[in-house]
């Protein structure tokens, strides 16, 4: 079954078998009201959650580019990689992005400028052998709260984590001594929530799941 | 914050964050009310029966899928974008790294979406997906199950999920599914078949509602216009 490796699951020491996990329910267990808990978003989500630049016949709906034509504010690039604690690039991640506009106003009905303010984007849209990285081309937020520091929001998934993580993107011309969530990190990790330059108008944000610099996750 | 590593589902191991998450106090910002903006979707987009039709019907059980959006406090979710995808019939599914040995079906995409309707309630139209194989482990069988987005009202109402159907002889082996280790919660994700909301002559029903966080665990305001 060699095809199965190209699921990127098959442990090739492991001659383990099948486990069954039915001796914790001790006869018929019902559900309990309550939150929905969340499971993985799995390898195959592509077709379904981000068609269009993985060339899947379904109409896109998300975008990778936010910033149309009438959209106002300073353009800019945002690219990254996903990173294992290999250091491997993860080719089947799904990357979202939640933002304020340059006036530092979060979108809450329709704009005539077209601005939504989210996107989102797969790793694995060139194939998973490519340069699996993810893209956005935005506006550079403006600071939604007084003393707090520019922004953007991202919603990281993929094969091989249970729940959606979320994080935060700083930019590092910005002032951050005084931002409310930065002070809440510690001072050692704070490096991971900062994007670097990559050029006019280009920055990269690399995510890293594990490692020395494991990227920080809030809970909200 | 549940755990995000489970050993059993091997690529956990690489992938969850190795370190808690950091617990803020005073929240997010003041995205809080953040009500993202979709475009509009086409009807067909809720039917995978024809969404993906290209000389024919889809093989497979016809089958609806239907439920509610509410918030822990029980009122409706509406305005949030649900998107499905899952495997067709005969458990293949069209992502092109896929290489299980099973049938593409021409007239199947297995995809959907749709926004949820003023008092929560969304409903898909779809074929029953099979179950299939996969690598974590000697003999690892996926229970059917589909697979579901959703993005409510703020950042606290993002939800990834699989939805399960009940019966299902494999549940009880696969690490996914158990991953959620509590059974009384786990078991919010198996579907209710509903012979009340079965279509006669049509298709089976099955129900799965969905219950999401408040808008950063605080209550919506009252009055205010979600739809």
């Not at chain 1, 799995?42 to 630049?53: E, I, K, N, V």
Request: aromatic share 10%; with cysteine; net charge negative.
């Amino acid at each position: 079954m060699a095809d199965m490796r190209d699921f990127g699951e098959m442990d090739a020491d492991d001659k383990g078998g099948v486990h069954d996990y039915s001796y914790e329910d001790t006869g018929a267990v019902d559900a309990s009201p309550g939150l929905t808990p969340s499971q993985t978003v799995g390898p195959f989500f592509a077709y379904g959650l981000t068609p269009g630049p993985y060339g899947y016949a379904f109409p896109e709906i998300h975008k990778t580019d936010l910033a149309g034509a009438d959209v106002a504010g300073e353009r800019i690039e945002i690219i990254g990689h996903v990173f294992d604690r290999d250091g491997v690039r993860v080719h089947d991640a799904v990357i979202e992005i939640v933002q304020a506009d340059a006036s530092g106003t979060y979108v809450h009905a329709p704009r005539n400028d077209g601005f939504t303010g989210f996107g989102r984007c797969g790793t694995g849209a060139q194939g998973k052998d490519a340069d699996t990285h993810f893209k956005f081309r935005t506006v550079k937020p403006g600071a939604s709260q007084r003393g707090a520091a520019p922004f953007v929001t991202l919603i990281v998934t993929m094969r091989g984590l249970l729940n959606h993580m979320i994080t935060r993107m700083y930019f590092p011309e910005d002032d951050l001594a005084r931002d409310p969530v930065i002070a809440q990190v510690p001072e050692t990790r704070r490096g991971t929530l900062v994007a670097k330059n990559a050029g006019p108008g280009r920055y990269r944000f690399d995510i890293r799941m594990q490692g020395p610099e494991e990227t920080v996750f809030f809970d909200l | 914050m549940p755990e995000t590593a489970f050993s059993d589902y091997k690529s956990t191991a690489t992938r969850a964050p190795s370190l808690e998450p950091v617990k803020l106090e005073g929240g997010w910002d003041n995205s809080a009310s953040l009500r993202p903006v979709w475009p509009d979707l086409a009807k067909r987009d809720a039917d995978l029966t024809i969404n993906g039709r290209v000389n024919g019907d889809p093989i497979g059980e016809r089958i609806v899928v239907e439920g509610r959006l509410t918030d822990e406090a029980g009122r409706p979710v509406p305005g949030a974008l649900i998107e499905i995808w899952q495997a067709n019939a005969a458990g293949r599914y069209v992502h092109r790294e896929e290489m299980h040995a099973a049938p593409l079906d021409p007239n199947f995409l297995g995809a959907g979406r749709c926004i949820s309707a003023a008092d929560g309630s969304y409903r898909f139209i779809t074929i029953k997906p099979g179950s299939y194989p996969w690598g974590n482990h000697r003999n690892a069988w996926r229970p059917a199950h589909i697979h579901f987005s959703i993005f409510g009202a703020g950042l606290a109402q993002r939800l990834v999920t699989q939805m399960y159907f009940p019966g299902d002889p494999t549940l009880r082996y696969d690490p996914i599914f158990n991953a959620t280790r509590d059974a009384r919660i786990r078991n919010r994700l198996i579907s209710r078949f509903s012979i009340e909301d079965t279509v006669p002559n049509w298709a089976h029903c099955l129900k799965f509602d969905i219950c999401l966080a408040g808008a950063y665990g605080t209550p919506f305001e009252e009055g205010h216009d979600h739809g």
